[in-house]
């Protein structure tokens, strides 16, 4: 059984900092594309970043150099540093793993919520 755990989240003040964590189980942590996306209330659900088994990474253009996303695959877990938080990246943040090898990419975290408001 396949499962992503989200944690991390919060409410922030804009310009500071989160560190999202993802714990994985069930999949072949090591040879997955991991990726966090984010949604909010009437928009589909985007890609922020993502970073492939040898450690190659992706990011929106909206975020890049403000996140980084990373991953530990001793302890099977992706991280995502998000600083310089602005208001526009409130949204409820998933976490996803694509199995390049099975083609599952349907790999699902609960969400967790990231509110960044004064």
């Known amino acids: 059984q396949v499962q992503l755990v989200e944690s991390g989240g919060g409410l922030v003040q804009p310009g500071r900092s989160l560190r999202l964590s993802c714990a994985a189980s069930?999949?072949?942590?090591?040879?997955?594309?991991m990726g966090w996306y984010r949604q909010t209330p009437g928009k589909q659900r985007e890609l922020v970043a993502r970073i492939f088994s040898g450690g190659t990474t992706n990011y929106a253009d909206s975020v890049k150099g403000r996140f980084t996303i990373s991953r530990a695959n001793a302890k099977n877990t992706v991280y995502l540093q998000m600083d310089s938080l602005k208001p526009e990246d409130t949204g409820v943040y998933y976490c996803?793993?694509?199995?390049?090898?099975?083609?599952?990419?349907?790999?699902w975290g609960q969400g967790t919520q990231v509110t960044v408001s004064s």
């Open positions: 996803n793993a694509n199995d390049p090898l099975t083609r599952r990419s349907d790999y």
């Open positions: 069930g999949i072949i942590f090591s040879r997955c594309t």
